[in-house]
C-alpha cells in the first residue's frame, strides 16, 4: 500500500515535471459513447498577405500580438514556419464574418503569406507578384490543413472576404485559379460564365439580386437594396478573387455570370 503510494506520487511527479500538454485522461469519465453530432473545431482556412518584408514578417508576427498558424517566406529556398501550434488560436483574422460564421479566428487557421501587398504610383495602385515557388508551398499546405480537417472548399478564403471592409489581402495577384486547379476551391469556369452572360448583358440585375447572392456565398454584405459603400466592396472583393482584371466594385454582366456559376457548384 505504501508503496504503491510511492510510485503513485513520483508518477505524479513526472506528470508535472513535463508539463501540463498532455492531460492523461480520466478514469472516472465514461467515453464509450460518442455523440454523432460533431466535427473538426478548425472550419476554415484563411489566406493573407504580410504587406512587409520577411525578417519583418517573423519578427513581428512572433513578437507582437498579431499572429499566424503559419508563415510562408519568400525569399529563397522558400521556407515556411509553423508559429502558433494548430489546436490553439492565432489573432490574424480581427472582426471577420462568413455565413453563420463571426471573429474567424476560433475556427480558423491563418497562413501568412508574405508579400509587400502594394505601392501607390502615378500611375495607380501597383501589386506585388508572388513567386510561383512560394505559391506552390502555399498550395501544399493548404492542401495538407484542408486533408486532415475535412475543410470544404467554400471555407477556404481570404481575409478579404471575411473582412471585405476593412481588408485587401491576399490581394488581386494572389492565384486563387490555381487553387481551384488543386481541387482547393470552386471556380466560376469560364466556359459556364461566357454561355450565361449574354443573358445578364440584355437584363442586369438589381442590387438586391447581388446582395442576396453574395450572401448566399458566405459574404456578410447589406440587404437593402441600394448601391451603397459596403455593397461595393463586397463586390469587388468578389471580383478581385474571381476577376482580378477588373475589381472596381460595379456591378456588371460577367461579375453577375461568375456568382450564379459559383452558386450553382456550392454544397450547403
Ligand atoms: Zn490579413
Known sequence: MKKRFAIGFFGLMIGLLSGCATTPPRADIDRSVVAKGQEDRVQFIILHYTAIDQPTSLRVLSTQDVSAHYLVGNENPIKVWQLVDESRMAYHAGYSDWRDFSRLNASSIGIEIVNLGYKETPDGRVYFPFPQAQIDRVIALVKDIATRYHIRPQYILAHSDIAPQRKPDPGPLFPWKQLADAGLIYWPDASAVA????????????????????????????????MDEPTKNVIAAFQMKYRPEKFDGVPDAQTAAMIDVLLSKMTP
Not at 438586391?208 to 450572401?215: E, G, M, N, V
Open 195 to 226: 454561355e450565361l452572360q449574354p443573358t445578364y448583358e440584355q437584363q442586369l440585375p438589381d442590387v438586391k439580386w447581388f446582395q442576396q447572392k453574395l450572401a448566399k456565398i458566405g459574404y456578410k454584405i447589406p440587404q437593402l437594396g441600394v
